[in-house]
Protein backbone atom coordinates (compact mmCIF):
# COMPACT_ATOMS: atom_id res chain seq x y z
CA UNK A 1 0.00 0.00 0.00
CA UNK A 2 1.12 3.33 -0.91
CA UNK A 3 0.02 7.06 0.84
CA UNK A 4 -0.72 10.16 -1.14
CA UNK A 5 1.64 13.10 -1.03
CA UNK A 6 -0.06 15.23 2.02
CA UNK A 7 0.96 18.36 0.57
CA UNK A 8 -1.01 18.03 -2.72
CA UNK A 9 -4.15 18.38 -2.97
CA UNK A 10 -6.69 15.09 -2.87
CA UNK A 11 -7.56 14.69 -6.41
CA UNK A 12 -11.14 12.65 -7.12
CA UNK A 13 -13.66 11.41 -9.86
CA UNK A 14 -16.73 11.62 -10.39
CA UNK A 15 -18.37 8.21 -12.79
CA UNK A 16 -22.02 8.82 -14.11
CA UNK A 17 -24.11 6.28 -14.33
CA UNK A 18 -27.71 7.67 -15.65
CA UNK A 19 -29.81 10.45 -16.62
CA UNK A 20 -29.23 14.02 -17.67
CA UNK A 21 -30.60 14.39 -13.99
CA UNK A 22 -27.78 12.76 -12.86
CA UNK A 23 -24.95 13.84 -14.85
CA UNK A 24 -26.30 17.66 -13.63
CA UNK A 25 -25.92 16.07 -10.04
CA UNK A 26 -22.58 14.90 -10.94
CA UNK A 27 -20.86 18.42 -12.13
CA UNK A 28 -22.71 19.91 -8.76
CA UNK A 29 -20.78 17.11 -6.72
CA UNK A 30 -17.77 17.59 -8.64
CA UNK A 31 -18.22 21.65 -8.19
CA UNK A 32 -18.72 21.04 -4.16
CA UNK A 33 -15.95 18.70 -4.22
CA UNK A 34 -13.34 21.30 -5.62
CA UNK A 35 -15.09 24.25 -3.65
CA UNK A 36 -13.26 22.01 -0.82
CA UNK A 37 -10.20 21.82 -2.60
CA UNK A 38 -10.31 18.80 -4.32
CA UNK A 39 -9.10 18.60 -8.16
CA UNK A 40 -10.40 16.68 -10.67
CA UNK A 41 -8.60 13.87 -12.71
CA UNK A 42 -9.78 11.36 -15.18
CA UNK A 43 -8.16 8.08 -14.30
CA UNK A 44 -9.21 6.51 -10.71
CA UNK A 45 -5.45 5.30 -10.60
CA UNK A 46 -5.08 9.24 -9.61
CA UNK A 47 -7.49 9.86 -7.63
CA UNK A 48 -7.88 9.97 -3.75
CA UNK A 49 -11.83 9.45 -4.15
CA UNK A 50 -14.00 8.19 -6.39
CA UNK A 51 -17.83 8.88 -6.56
CA UNK A 52 -20.32 6.39 -8.36
CA UNK A 53 -23.33 8.82 -8.90
CA UNK A 54 -26.14 5.92 -9.76
CA UNK A 55 -29.13 5.32 -11.38
CA UNK A 56 -31.47 2.85 -11.48
CA UNK A 57 -33.41 3.91 -14.21
CA UNK A 58 -31.30 1.94 -16.75
CA UNK A 59 -31.09 -1.83 -16.80
CA UNK A 60 -28.47 -3.81 -14.42
CA UNK A 61 -27.80 -0.58 -12.65
CA UNK A 62 -27.42 -2.74 -9.46
CA UNK A 63 -25.24 -5.11 -11.37
CA UNK A 64 -23.14 -2.54 -12.72
CA UNK A 65 -22.74 -0.80 -9.67
CA UNK A 66 -21.75 -3.41 -7.67
CA UNK A 67 -19.17 -4.71 -10.45
CA UNK A 68 -17.41 -1.61 -10.16
CA UNK A 69 -17.46 -1.43 -6.55
CA UNK A 70 -15.66 -4.85 -6.50
CA UNK A 71 -13.19 -3.42 -8.97
CA UNK A 72 -12.65 -0.34 -6.29
CA UNK A 73 -12.26 -2.73 -3.55
CA UNK A 74 -8.41 -3.26 -4.82
CA UNK A 75 -8.08 0.27 -6.06
CA UNK A 76 -8.94 1.38 -2.50
CA UNK A 77 -6.66 -0.70 -0.64
CA UNK A 78 -3.69 -0.13 -2.57
CA UNK A 79 -3.63 3.50 -1.07
CA UNK A 80 -4.04 4.99 2.34
CA UNK A 81 -6.95 7.78 2.63
CA UNK A 82 -8.75 6.87 -0.53
CA UNK A 83 -12.61 6.94 -0.43
CA UNK A 84 -15.55 5.62 -1.89
CA UNK A 85 -18.77 7.43 -2.42
CA UNK A 86 -21.70 5.76 -4.11
CA UNK A 87 -24.47 8.67 -4.44
CA UNK A 88 -27.82 8.97 -6.51
CA UNK A 89 -30.88 7.25 -7.27
CA UNK A 90 -29.80 3.18 -5.99
CA UNK A 91 -28.12 4.62 -3.20
CA UNK A 92 -31.33 6.10 -2.39
CA UNK A 93 -33.40 3.23 -2.68
CA UNK A 94 -30.74 0.49 -1.62
CA UNK A 95 -29.84 2.20 1.22
CA UNK A 96 -28.01 0.14 3.61
CA UNK A 97 -27.62 -2.73 1.52
CA UNK A 98 -24.81 -0.20 -0.74
CA UNK A 99 -22.92 -0.98 2.80
CA UNK A 100 -24.01 -4.07 3.60
CA UNK A 101 -22.83 -5.57 -0.10
CA UNK A 102 -19.56 -3.54 -0.32
CA UNK A 103 -18.03 -2.62 3.53
CA UNK A 104 -15.30 -0.46 1.72
CA UNK A 105 -17.87 2.41 0.44
CA UNK A 106 -16.92 5.56 2.80
CA UNK A 107 -19.94 7.56 1.64
CA UNK A 108 -23.54 6.93 0.97
CA UNK A 109 -26.01 9.71 0.12
CA UNK A 110 -29.10 9.88 -1.60
CA UNK A 111 -31.02 12.24 -4.26
CA UNK A 112 -32.13 14.57 -1.71
CA UNK A 113 -28.63 15.39 0.09
CA UNK A 114 -26.55 15.99 -2.74
CA UNK A 115 -25.37 19.21 -1.11
CA UNK A 116 -23.97 17.70 1.79
CA UNK A 117 -21.48 15.86 -0.73
CA UNK A 118 -18.18 17.92 0.33
CA UNK A 119 -19.27 18.02 3.78
CA UNK A 120 -20.10 14.05 4.06
CA UNK A 121 -16.83 13.14 2.46
CA UNK A 122 -14.79 15.12 4.82
CA UNK A 123 -16.55 13.45 7.82
CA UNK A 124 -15.75 10.43 6.57
CA UNK A 125 -12.32 10.87 6.56
CA UNK A 126 -12.16 11.69 10.01
CA UNK A 127 -15.00 9.77 11.72
CA UNK A 128 -15.11 6.60 9.19
CA UNK A 129 -18.20 5.32 7.03
CA UNK A 130 -21.32 7.63 6.53
CA UNK A 131 -24.83 6.81 5.42
CA UNK A 132 -26.92 9.73 5.18
CA UNK A 133 -30.20 9.25 3.33
CA UNK A 134 -32.82 12.00 3.85
CA UNK A 135 -36.65 10.46 3.01
CA UNK A 136 -37.89 13.87 1.63
CA UNK A 137 -35.96 17.36 0.12
CA UNK A 138 -36.15 19.56 3.19
CA UNK A 139 -38.68 22.24 1.21
CA UNK A 140 -37.09 25.49 2.33
CA UNK A 141 -33.72 24.39 1.89
CA UNK A 142 -32.91 25.91 -1.68
CA UNK A 143 -29.76 24.06 -1.70
CA UNK A 144 -31.61 21.17 -2.35
CA UNK A 145 -31.87 22.58 -6.36
CA UNK A 146 -28.94 20.88 -7.76
CA UNK A 147 -28.51 23.99 -9.75
CA UNK A 148 -28.04 26.38 -6.27
CA UNK A 149 -24.68 24.71 -5.75
CA UNK A 150 -21.74 25.44 -6.96
CA UNK A 151 -20.96 23.48 -10.31
CA UNK A 152 -17.96 22.55 -12.22
CA UNK A 153 -20.44 22.17 -15.87
CA UNK A 154 -18.71 19.84 -18.28
CA UNK A 155 -18.94 22.49 -21.09
CA UNK A 156 -18.80 26.43 -20.77
CA UNK A 157 -21.34 27.24 -23.20
CA UNK A 158 -23.99 25.17 -22.20
CA UNK A 159 -25.87 24.52 -18.87
CA UNK A 160 -28.42 22.71 -17.54
CA UNK A 161 -30.36 24.37 -15.10
CA UNK A 162 -33.03 22.20 -12.66
CA UNK A 163 -35.96 24.13 -12.05
CA UNK A 164 -38.29 21.30 -10.84
CA UNK A 165 -37.15 17.98 -8.56
CA UNK A 166 -39.21 14.75 -7.99
CA UNK A 167 -42.47 13.82 -10.08
CA UNK A 168 -45.98 13.29 -8.59
CA UNK A 169 -47.10 10.70 -11.43
CA UNK A 170 -46.86 6.84 -10.95
CA UNK A 171 -45.65 5.84 -14.37
CA UNK A 172 -45.64 1.91 -13.54
CA UNK A 173 -42.67 1.71 -15.12
CA UNK A 174 -40.58 4.13 -13.34
CA UNK A 175 -38.64 4.18 -10.35
CA UNK A 176 -38.42 7.90 -10.66
CA UNK A 177 -40.81 9.06 -8.06
CA UNK A 178 -39.85 6.43 -5.40
CA UNK A 179 -36.22 7.83 -5.28
CA UNK A 180 -36.97 11.49 -6.02
CA UNK A 181 -39.85 12.12 -4.35
CA UNK A 182 -42.62 14.66 -4.80
CA UNK A 183 -42.49 17.23 -7.46
CA UNK A 184 -41.01 20.50 -6.15
CA UNK A 185 -41.06 23.38 -8.09
CA UNK A 186 -38.16 25.79 -7.56
CA UNK A 187 -38.77 29.69 -7.03
CA UNK A 188 -38.80 31.29 -10.47
CA UNK A 189 -36.82 34.26 -9.50
CA UNK A 190 -33.86 32.25 -8.47
CA UNK A 191 -34.15 29.96 -11.64
CA UNK A 192 -34.18 33.65 -13.74
CA UNK A 193 -31.29 34.43 -11.49
CA UNK A 194 -28.89 31.78 -12.23
CA UNK A 195 -29.88 32.10 -15.94
CA UNK A 196 -28.54 35.47 -15.64
CA UNK A 197 -25.60 34.38 -14.03
CA UNK A 198 -24.84 31.62 -16.24
CA UNK A 199 -24.93 34.31 -19.18
CA UNK A 200 -22.98 36.41 -17.20
CA UNK A 201 -20.50 33.69 -17.40
CA UNK A 202 -20.55 33.36 -21.58
CA UNK A 203 -23.33 30.24 -21.29
CA UNK A 204 -25.31 31.11 -24.38
CA UNK A 205 -27.68 28.02 -23.97
CA UNK A 206 -29.55 26.50 -21.47
CA UNK A 207 -31.47 23.40 -20.96
CA UNK A 208 -34.26 23.30 -18.47
CA UNK A 209 -34.24 20.50 -16.41
CA UNK A 210 -37.68 18.32 -14.70
CA UNK A 211 -38.67 15.18 -14.52
CA UNK A 212 -42.06 17.19 -15.92
CA UNK A 213 -41.03 20.26 -16.92
CA UNK A 214 -44.97 21.29 -17.59
CA UNK A 215 -46.47 21.14 -14.52
CA UNK A 216 -43.78 23.64 -13.05
CA UNK A 217 -45.34 25.78 -10.51
CA UNK A 218 -48.70 23.32 -9.59
CA UNK A 219 -46.64 23.25 -6.20
CA UNK A 220 -46.20 26.82 -5.64
CA UNK A 221 -49.74 27.78 -6.52
CA UNK A 222 -50.96 25.52 -4.24
CA UNK A 223 -48.29 26.67 -1.44
CA UNK A 224 -49.66 30.12 -1.36
CA UNK A 225 -53.55 29.41 -1.70
CA UNK A 226 -52.57 27.33 1.62
CA UNK A 227 -50.50 30.61 2.76
CA UNK A 228 -53.80 32.04 2.33
CA UNK A 229 -53.72 34.46 -0.81
CA UNK A 230 -56.39 34.25 -3.00
CA UNK A 231 -54.93 36.25 -5.53
CA UNK A 232 -52.32 33.75 -6.16
CA UNK A 233 -53.25 33.46 -9.35
CA UNK A 234 -52.02 31.47 -11.29
CA UNK A 235 -48.81 29.87 -10.65
CA UNK A 236 -46.55 30.75 -12.48
CA UNK A 237 -46.83 28.71 -15.64
CA UNK A 238 -43.90 26.76 -17.45
CA UNK A 239 -44.87 28.79 -20.39
CA UNK A 240 -44.42 31.83 -18.08
CA UNK A 241 -40.81 30.37 -17.36
CA UNK A 242 -40.20 29.87 -21.20
CA UNK A 243 -40.54 33.50 -21.78
CA UNK A 244 -38.69 34.65 -18.91
CA UNK A 245 -36.02 33.06 -19.50
CA UNK A 246 -35.66 33.40 -22.92
CA UNK A 247 -35.89 37.31 -22.34
CA UNK A 248 -32.59 36.87 -21.11
CA UNK A 249 -30.06 39.18 -22.97
CA UNK A 250 -27.19 37.60 -24.16
CA UNK A 251 -29.11 33.98 -24.25
CA UNK A 252 -29.24 32.33 -28.07
CA UNK A 253 -30.98 29.14 -26.84
CA UNK A 254 -33.19 27.48 -24.69
CA UNK A 255 -34.31 23.88 -24.62
CA UNK A 256 -35.95 22.09 -22.16
CA UNK A 257 -36.73 18.37 -20.93
CA UNK A 258 -38.52 16.58 -20.55
CA UNK A 259 -42.50 17.44 -20.44
CA UNK A 260 -45.24 15.38 -19.91
CA UNK A 261 -47.53 15.01 -23.03
CA UNK A 262 -50.84 15.24 -20.22
CA UNK A 263 -49.42 17.89 -19.09
CA UNK A 264 -48.52 20.28 -22.79
CA UNK A 265 -50.77 23.68 -22.95
CA UNK A 266 -51.23 25.41 -25.71
CA UNK A 267 -49.51 28.08 -23.56
CA UNK A 268 -46.24 26.06 -23.64
CA UNK A 269 -46.72 25.85 -27.68
CA UNK A 270 -47.42 30.08 -27.72
CA UNK A 271 -44.18 30.94 -25.18
CA UNK A 272 -42.11 28.66 -27.51
CA UNK A 273 -43.34 29.84 -30.99
CA UNK A 274 -43.27 33.57 -29.31
CA UNK A 275 -39.73 33.67 -27.27
CA UNK A 276 -36.95 33.26 -29.84
CA UNK A 277 -34.32 31.65 -27.81
CA UNK A 278 -36.65 29.09 -27.33
CA UNK A 279 -35.45 26.28 -29.46
CA UNK A 280 -37.47 24.28 -32.40
CA UNK A 281 -36.93 21.02 -30.70
CA UNK A 282 -39.79 19.20 -28.51
CA UNK A 283 -39.03 15.77 -26.87
CA UNK A 284 -42.46 14.46 -26.23
CA UNK A 285 -42.58 11.00 -25.16
CA UNK A 286 -44.96 8.54 -26.33
CA UNK A 287 -44.09 5.54 -24.58
CA UNK A 288 -46.59 3.58 -26.68
CA UNK A 289 -49.43 3.69 -29.34
CA UNK A 290 -51.67 1.65 -27.73
CA UNK A 291 -54.21 2.71 -25.31
CA UNK A 292 -54.56 -0.40 -23.19
CA UNK A 293 -51.00 -0.44 -22.53
CA UNK A 294 -50.62 3.72 -21.87
CA UNK A 295 -53.41 2.84 -19.57
CA UNK A 296 -51.60 0.21 -17.73
CA UNK A 297 -48.72 2.78 -17.49
CA UNK A 298 -51.04 4.84 -16.13
CA UNK A 299 -49.53 7.76 -18.79
CA UNK A 300 -52.51 9.85 -18.94
CA UNK A 301 -53.43 10.11 -22.49
CA UNK A 302 -54.67 8.54 -25.54
CA UNK A 303 -52.70 7.89 -28.85
CA UNK A 304 -55.07 10.29 -29.97
CA UNK A 305 -54.93 13.26 -27.81
CA UNK A 306 -51.38 12.69 -28.32
CA UNK A 307 -51.25 12.89 -31.93
CA UNK A 308 -53.60 15.94 -31.79
CA UNK A 309 -51.30 17.73 -29.59
CA UNK A 310 -48.23 16.93 -31.71
CA UNK A 311 -50.60 18.60 -34.34
CA UNK A 312 -51.20 21.81 -32.11
CA UNK A 313 -47.63 22.11 -31.32
CA UNK A 314 -46.93 21.65 -35.38
CA UNK A 315 -49.37 24.10 -35.80
CA UNK A 316 -47.74 26.74 -33.53
CA UNK A 317 -44.15 26.25 -34.02
CA UNK A 318 -42.51 26.92 -37.68
CA UNK A 319 -39.78 23.77 -38.28
CA UNK A 320 -40.11 22.07 -35.25
CA UNK A 321 -38.58 19.13 -34.64
CA UNK A 322 -39.74 15.72 -32.05
CA UNK A 323 -38.13 13.16 -30.33
CA UNK A 324 -39.68 10.81 -28.06
CA UNK A 325 -39.45 8.02 -26.09
CA UNK A 326 -40.57 4.44 -26.63
CA UNK A 327 -40.93 1.28 -24.71
CA UNK A 328 -41.01 -1.77 -26.62
CA UNK A 329 -42.58 -5.25 -24.90
CA UNK A 330 -44.19 -3.58 -21.54
CA UNK A 331 -45.66 -6.58 -19.65
CA UNK A 332 -49.24 -7.39 -21.42
CA UNK A 333 -48.38 -5.75 -24.73
CA UNK A 334 -49.63 -7.78 -27.71
CA UNK A 335 -49.24 -7.81 -31.34
CA UNK A 336 -52.06 -5.07 -31.55
CA UNK A 337 -50.65 -3.27 -29.04
CA UNK A 338 -47.37 -3.10 -31.00
CA UNK A 339 -49.27 -2.52 -34.22
CA UNK A 340 -50.61 0.56 -32.67
CA UNK A 341 -47.47 2.02 -31.25
CA UNK A 342 -46.23 2.07 -34.56
CA UNK A 343 -48.93 3.59 -36.64
CA UNK A 344 -48.41 5.73 -33.87
CA UNK A 345 -44.79 6.37 -34.52
CA UNK A 346 -45.46 6.47 -38.08
CA UNK A 347 -48.30 9.25 -37.93
CA UNK A 348 -45.84 10.95 -35.26
CA UNK A 349 -42.73 11.22 -38.07
CA UNK A 350 -40.50 11.69 -35.32
CA UNK A 351 -36.76 13.34 -35.92
CA UNK A 352 -35.41 10.62 -33.71
CA UNK A 353 -36.04 8.55 -30.88
CA UNK A 354 -34.70 6.73 -27.85
CA UNK A 355 -36.37 3.10 -28.09
CA UNK A 356 -36.34 0.83 -25.11
CA UNK A 357 -36.68 -2.58 -24.26
CA UNK A 358 -38.53 -3.16 -20.82
CA UNK A 359 -36.89 -3.84 -18.69
CA UNK A 360 -38.17 -4.35 -14.81
CA UNK A 361 -37.22 -1.70 -12.57
CA UNK A 362 -37.17 -3.35 -9.12
CA UNK A 363 -39.41 -1.16 -6.73
CA UNK A 364 -41.55 -0.45 -10.06
CA UNK A 365 -45.30 -1.77 -10.32
CA UNK A 366 -44.47 -3.04 -14.03
CA UNK A 367 -41.53 -5.32 -12.13
CA UNK A 368 -44.57 -7.52 -10.63
CA UNK A 369 -46.51 -8.23 -13.89
CA UNK A 370 -43.99 -10.71 -13.94
CA UNK A 371 -46.79 -13.50 -15.27
CA UNK A 372 -47.36 -10.33 -18.21
CA UNK A 373 -43.78 -10.17 -19.56
CA UNK A 374 -43.79 -10.70 -23.38
CA UNK A 375 -41.36 -13.08 -24.94
CA UNK A 376 -37.76 -11.64 -25.19
CA UNK A 377 -37.57 -12.90 -29.03
CA UNK A 378 -41.07 -11.71 -29.79
CA UNK A 379 -39.67 -8.32 -27.96
CA UNK A 380 -36.54 -8.00 -30.07
CA UNK A 381 -38.38 -8.55 -33.79
CA UNK A 382 -40.37 -5.85 -32.77
CA UNK A 383 -37.76 -3.41 -31.48
CA UNK A 384 -36.25 -4.18 -35.27
CA UNK A 385 -39.59 -3.43 -36.64
CA UNK A 386 -39.88 0.26 -34.75
CA UNK A 387 -36.45 1.14 -34.94
CA UNK A 388 -37.06 0.83 -39.12
CA UNK A 389 -40.08 3.22 -38.78
CA UNK A 390 -38.31 5.51 -36.49
CA UNK A 391 -35.29 5.55 -39.19
CA UNK A 392 -37.11 6.14 -41.73
CA UNK A 393 -38.75 9.23 -40.58
CA UNK A 394 -35.51 10.21 -39.10
CA UNK A 395 -33.95 10.36 -42.69
CA UNK A 396 -36.82 11.96 -44.38
CA UNK A 397 -36.76 14.34 -41.89
CA UNK A 398 -33.11 15.03 -42.41
CA UNK A 399 -33.27 14.98 -46.11
CA UNK A 400 -36.03 17.65 -46.11
CA UNK A 401 -32.96 19.65 -44.71
CA UNK A 402 -30.60 19.54 -47.30
CA UNK A 403 -30.00 23.24 -48.70
CA UNK A 404 -30.99 25.49 -45.82
CA UNK A 405 -28.81 27.18 -44.24
CA UNK A 406 -28.77 26.37 -40.42
CA UNK A 407 -27.30 28.41 -37.43
CA UNK A 408 -25.42 25.55 -35.57
CA UNK A 409 -23.61 25.80 -32.21
CA UNK A 410 -19.92 24.55 -32.61
CA UNK A 411 -19.47 21.33 -29.85
CA UNK A 412 -15.80 20.92 -30.99
CA UNK A 413 -13.68 18.64 -33.37
CA UNK A 414 -16.16 15.48 -34.84
CA UNK A 415 -15.47 12.20 -33.09
CA UNK A 416 -15.09 10.29 -36.45
CA UNK A 417 -13.18 12.59 -38.53
CA UNK A 418 -11.10 15.35 -36.25
CA UNK A 419 -10.57 17.18 -38.83
CA UNK A 420 -14.06 18.40 -38.95
CA UNK A 421 -16.32 20.27 -36.70
CA UNK A 422 -19.66 19.39 -34.74
CA UNK A 423 -22.47 21.80 -33.97
CA UNK A 424 -26.11 21.29 -33.03
CA UNK A 425 -28.79 22.82 -34.40
CA UNK A 426 -31.68 24.63 -33.50
CA UNK A 427 -33.43 21.42 -33.92
CA UNK A 428 -30.71 19.72 -32.30
CA UNK A 429 -29.75 17.76 -35.24
CA UNK A 430 -25.76 16.98 -35.37
CA UNK A 431 -23.72 18.47 -38.32
CA UNK A 432 -19.98 17.46 -39.50
CA UNK A 433 -18.74 20.19 -41.27
CA UNK A 434 -14.83 21.14 -42.73
CA UNK A 435 -13.78 24.49 -41.33
CA UNK A 436 -10.24 25.74 -42.52
CA UNK A 437 -9.66 27.84 -39.59
CA UNK A 438 -10.05 26.37 -36.21
CA UNK A 439 -13.25 27.49 -33.99
CA UNK A 440 -13.62 27.14 -30.59
CA UNK A 441 -16.11 25.20 -29.30
CA UNK A 442 -19.38 27.37 -28.05
CA UNK A 443 -19.09 30.04 -31.48
CA UNK A 444 -22.23 29.84 -33.01
CA UNK A 445 -21.78 29.65 -37.23
CA UNK A 446 -24.06 29.15 -40.47
CA UNK A 447 -24.01 26.17 -42.09
CA UNK A 448 -25.28 24.98 -45.37
CA UNK A 449 -27.01 21.30 -45.24
CA UNK A 450 -25.23 19.38 -48.11
CA UNK A 451 -26.47 15.73 -46.82
CA UNK A 452 -28.43 13.74 -44.85
CA UNK A 453 -28.45 10.32 -42.97
CA UNK A 454 -30.97 8.97 -40.24
CA UNK A 455 -28.39 10.00 -37.05
CA UNK A 456 -26.56 13.37 -38.62
CA UNK A 457 -26.71 16.19 -41.37
CA UNK A 458 -23.54 17.03 -43.96
CA UNK A 459 -22.61 20.69 -44.04
CA UNK A 460 -20.63 23.63 -45.66
CA UNK A 461 -19.38 26.38 -43.47
CA UNK A 462 -21.04 29.77 -44.75
CA UNK A 463 -20.09 32.08 -41.84
CA UNK A 464 -19.01 32.45 -38.34
CA UNK A 465 -21.83 34.47 -36.61
CA UNK A 466 -20.92 34.94 -33.10
CA UNK A 467 -17.71 34.25 -31.52
CA UNK A 468 -17.66 31.84 -28.12
CA UNK A 469 -17.76 33.81 -25.13
CA UNK A 470 -16.99 32.27 -22.18
CA UNK A 471 -13.05 31.81 -20.48
CA UNK A 472 -11.32 28.90 -21.49
CA UNK A 473 -10.36 26.65 -18.53
CA UNK A 474 -7.48 26.18 -17.90
CA UNK A 475 -6.34 22.27 -17.12
CA UNK A 476 -4.79 22.47 -13.19
CA UNK A 477 -2.36 19.70 -12.98
CA UNK A 478 -2.88 17.17 -10.50
CA UNK A 479 0.96 16.84 -9.33
S1 LIG B 1 -43.64 11.26 -15.50
FE1 LIG B 1 -43.65 9.04 -15.32
S2 LIG B 1 -41.77 8.42 -16.43
FE2 LIG B 1 -41.56 10.61 -15.98
S3 LIG B 1 -40.43 10.68 -14.04
FE3 LIG B 1 -42.62 10.78 -13.54
S4 LIG B 1 -43.20 8.66 -13.15
FE4 LIG B 1 -41.24 8.62 -14.25
Not at 291 to 315: F, K
Request: glycine residues 6%.
Amino acid sequence: MTTSDDSSPRRYVVRTFGCQMNEHDSERIAGLLEADGLVAVDDEADADVVVLNTCCIRENADNRLYGTLGHLKTWKAARDGRQVVVAGCLAQKDRTIVRERAPHVDVVLGTHNVHRAAELVARAAVDGPVTEILEAAVIDDHAMFPSALPARRETDWAAWVTIQIGCDNNCAFCIVPAVRGEEISRPFDEITAEVESLVASGVSEVTLLGQNVNSYGRDLQRAARHAGDETARLRPLFADLLVAVGSVPGLRRVRFTSPHPKDMRPETFEAMASTEAVCEHLHYPLQAGSDRVLALMHRGYSAQRYLERLAEARAAIADLAVSTDIIVGFPGETDADFAQTLEVAAAAEYDYAYTFVFSPRPGTEAADMVEHFVDPAVVSERYDRLRVVIERSSAQRNLARVGRVEEVIIEGPSRKDPKRLTGRTRQNKLVHFAASTPLRAGSYALVEVTGAAAHHLEGELREVIADARHRTRIAVSAG
